[in-house]
């Protein structure tokens, strides 16, 4: 393993304990997330931070909000690891959470999720325009994949309403990918179609993009990572890297050994062993790329740091959310 990736696998286990130790009572996926973004951004973990984030999203939201429960957990450690001004940027997103039900966005745990993909990718000028081609996007998603496609597809909606192609125009490219992938030996499945929104970004050409993903999902299986569905997305994080990606998987598969023979994280799940490896990782890999000043740019501009950030938050978020919602309303 290397010695970058390792330090960041140390600063992770340090970080779950302070948090473990600070909120015993909360659900270890949550805490588990809020370390891994604690090490992602950087910064030391505090718990003051994150309290005062939360009270002002209770003041600024009602009870029975989507903001509230699990959700609340994760933008306060996103907001509070990543911000100066934590509260400010939570008034946005809670600004662009309604803008987006205006423009036909449906209120879930999702919506959230997406304002805060807005946030991170997206100028405020710009956000009524990229909400109001996200939502087209969405649309002709669910006419073409009525039972594939769900609200936990908006976050990659806003992603790709940054291209400067047309939605039908973003829709083909994606459907090639689908087919492609799916004759590869991917399964038709929802997973399925948010690997084929990621690979929609890459610069290359389809069947070299799709090929590297199966290169990559028989690469795992022979080293005994089961890649399920919900894994997918995770081989798309690595090819946007293009052949590099490959060094980055045998990164990934020793941090996903190492994880797994830990009794600490015992209790994750396997798409969490691969998700939480596949964050470390790249995060090495782009600092990397950014010393080299070869850093990755894919359609419009588009950085590979965001995509990697945004599609691995909303990934762990939503499945934490799932998992915690019920349990999480009172312990941060």
């Known amino acids: 393993m290397e010695k970058l990736v390792k330090e960041r696998l140390d600063r992770l286990s340090g970080l779950l304990s302070q948090v473990s130790m600070q909120y015993k009572g909360q659900q270890r996926s949550t805490n588990h997330f809020v370390a891994l973004t604690y090490t992602l951004n950087k910064k030391e973990f505090n718990k003051e931070k994150i309290q005062d984030v939360r009270k002002h999203i209770k003041k600024t939201t009602n009870i029975i909000s989507s903001y509230r429960g699990a959700t609340m957990t994760i933008l306060s450690g996103l907001l509070a690891s990543k911000y100066g001004d934590p509260k400010q940027k939570f008034n946005k997103i809670f600004k662009y959470g309604k803008r987006m039900k205006n423009a036909g966005f449906k209120n879930s745990i999702f919506l959230p999720l997406s304002s ?40 990659l909606s806003i992603f790709l309403a940054n291209s400067d192609n047309s939605v039908n125009n973003i829709i083909d490219n994606m459907e090639e990918c689908y087919k492609l992938l799916n004759t ?15 690979l929609g970004f890459c610069k290359e050409d389809n069947e070299i993009k799709v090929s590297r993903c199966k290169t ?25 890297f293009g ?11 020793e941090v996903v050994k190492t994880i797994k023979s830990n009794k600490k994280y015992r209790w994750l799940t396997k798409e969490t062993y691969l998700y939480t490896a596949v964050a470390l990782v790249s ?41 915690s919602s019920a349990r999480s309303a009172s312990s941060y």
């Open 116 to 155: 805060y993909v807005l946030l991170v990718t997206c100028e405020e000028e710009q956000s009524e325009t990229r909400i109001n081609k996200a939502i087209d996007i969405y649309k002709k998603l669910k006419k073409n994949r009525k039972w594939l496609t769900r609200r936990e597809d908006y976050p």
């Open 243 to 253: 052949d590099e990606g490959y060094n980055a998987l045998k990164q990934v598969i």
């Open 184 to 198: 590869n030996g991917f399964k038709k499945n929802n997973e399925l179609k948010i690997l084929s929104h990621i």
């Open 283 to 323: 995060d090495v890999y782009i600092q990397n790329i950014k010393n080299n000043k070869k850093f990755i740019k894919l359609k419009k501009q588009i950085s590979i740091e965001a995509l990697i950030e945004v599609q691995i938050i909303t990934t762990l978020a939503a499945a934490n959310v799932a998992t």
């Open 216 to 240: 990559m999902l028989n690469s795992l299986k022979e080293n005994k990572i089961k890649v399920y569905h919900g894994g997918y997305a995770a081989i798309g994080l690595l090819t946007v």
